[in-house]
Each structure stands twice: as C-alpha cells, then as structure tokens.
C-alpha cells in the first residue's frame, strides 16, 4: 500500500488524485498498454532504440539496466553492445538468493556475460556473480529502468511491483535515470502517486526526451 508521508519527487506540483484513484487508473492503463504490446515490434525499431541508448550510455562506466522480458522492448542488444566495449553492467537480481534466503530489499549483480546468467525470480535472467546490495547502484553514472509509459515531466509507469522505486533512492544524485520505450507509449499525462521516481531521458525507437521535469532535463533531443 502506498504511504501518505512518502516526499514528493523534486519538480512535481501538479494536482494529484486519491492513491485510490491513481491506483485505479495505473492498474487500467497497465492492461492496455501490456496488450500493445503483445505485437512484437520490428527488429530494425528495437535496434534503433538500443541505438541511440549505446549513444548516450557511451560516456559512462558503470551502468545499470535490466534483462527485458518477451513483453517489453528488448535490453540484450544493448547489454551486449555495452559489454563488448568494457562497461560495468549491473543488473537487478530479484527474489531469493541461490540459497533460498529472503533479499531484504533490491539486490544488483555485476554481468559477466550470457554464459553467466541464471533463471531468476518470474524467469528472468540475473547474473551469479557477487550481491552488491542495495547500495551497489550508486556506482551507476546511466540507470536504465524498465516501465509502461512516460510524460515530457519524467513521471514514469512502472509495472506495479515498485521495486524500481525503492531502488532508486539508493542511485548516485548526479546518475541519469532513463527509460526505454515505444514511440506510443510516451503520454501527456499519467497517474501519479506520491512515491513514484522521476526519469531524466526517454528513449524510443525515434528520439531521445531529455524530461522536462527531470534532473538533468534539457530541451527534446528527438532525431
């Protein structure tokens, strides 16, 4: 459940609804969005997306993303662009450890390669290399996080389970948080709840949005 007493990201003021209302409305859009999605997308779309990611990620260390699932636009040819040029990746290990302990919150490992990747929590894949921690993200200059949706304002939809929110509190401040989407998926509005993390950039396959509300926000960067 959400929390009343949870700060409002930097640079949001607009009006928001009742958590019940926004809650509602976030379930609502999910559906539709997700059903979009259930007709794959074009390879040369999904390569010019990674494309112009590989361009803004190129000038950082260590980076973090994530292991994309069938239902959202593909993370690999990115993961493996970045990692054949000697990037720090680190990707969310999710769910219980090898050992069947409980994570007590979220969890990044560092990428070594496809050969060492393991099944993870709902079938995604997450490296076996060392736990680093909730703390481990702060080392991250790019944090490109998974979502639905997103505004020009930065306000991003995630898939419900808010462990991207959580994580983020633990990013470096100066870090650029990203998104990666389908051109349709990037909307005038969504709903918003307290809690909600902004983003600084959205990719598409057709333009990269540096947010207007984000921290690092600069004009439509779109090409």
């Known amino acids: 459940m959400p929390s009343a007493d949870r700060p409002t990201p930097p640079g949001r003021t607009q009006a928001e609804p009742s958590p019940e209302v926004a809650q509602a409305a976030k379930v609502t859009l999910r559906i539709a969005i997700q059903a979009s999605r259930l007709v794959s997308e074009p390879?040369?779309?999904?390569?010019?997306?990674?494309?112009?990611?590989?361009?803004?990620?190129?000038?950082?260390?260590?980076?973090?993303?994530?292991?994309?699932?069938?239902?959202?636009?593909?993370?690999?040819?990115?993961?493996?662009?970045?990692?054949?040029?000697?990037?720090?990746?680190?990707?969310?290990?999710?769910?219980?450890?090898?050992?069947?302990?409980?994570?007590?919150?979220?969890?990044?490992?560092?990428?070594?390669?496809?050969?060492r990747l393991r099944v993870g929590y709902a079938g995604i894949a997450e490296?076996?290399?060392?736990?680093?921690?909730?703390?481990?993200?702060?080392?991250?200059?790019?944090?490109w996080c998974p979502g639905l949706a997103a505004t020009v304002s930065g306000d991003r939809l995630?898939?419900?389970?808010?462990?991207?929110?959580?994580?983020?509190?633990?990013?470096?401040?100066?870090?650029?948080?990203?998104?990666?989407?389908?051109?349709?998926?990037?909307r005038a509005e969504l709903p918003v709840q307290p809690f909600d993390r902004r983003v600084d950039v959205i990719v598409t396959e057709s333009r990269v949005i540096r947010t207007n509300g984000g921290r690092n926000s600069s004009a439509d960067s779109g090409r």
């Open 43 to 115: 390879q040369a779309l999904t390569a010019a997306r990674a494309a112009l990611a590989l361009d803004l990620s190129s000038g950082h260390r260590t980076i973090a993303l994530y292991s994309s699932s069938a239902a959202e636009p593909d993370t690999w040819g990115l993961i493996d662009a970045l990692h054949e040029r000697g990037h720090t990746l680190l990707l969310p290990l999710l769910g219980r450890r090898p050992d069947g302990t409980v994570r007590r919150g979220p969890d990044w490992g560092v990428y070594a390669g496809r050969d």
């Open 158 to 186: 995630g898939t419900g389970g808010g462990w991207y929110d959580r994580a983020l509190a633990f990013a470096s401040p100066n870090a650029l948080v990203g998104v990666l989407l389908r051109d349709a998926e990037v």
């Open 127 to 143: 490296p076996v290399t060392e736990a680093l921690g909730s703390e481990g993200l702060a080392r991250a200059s790019v944090v």
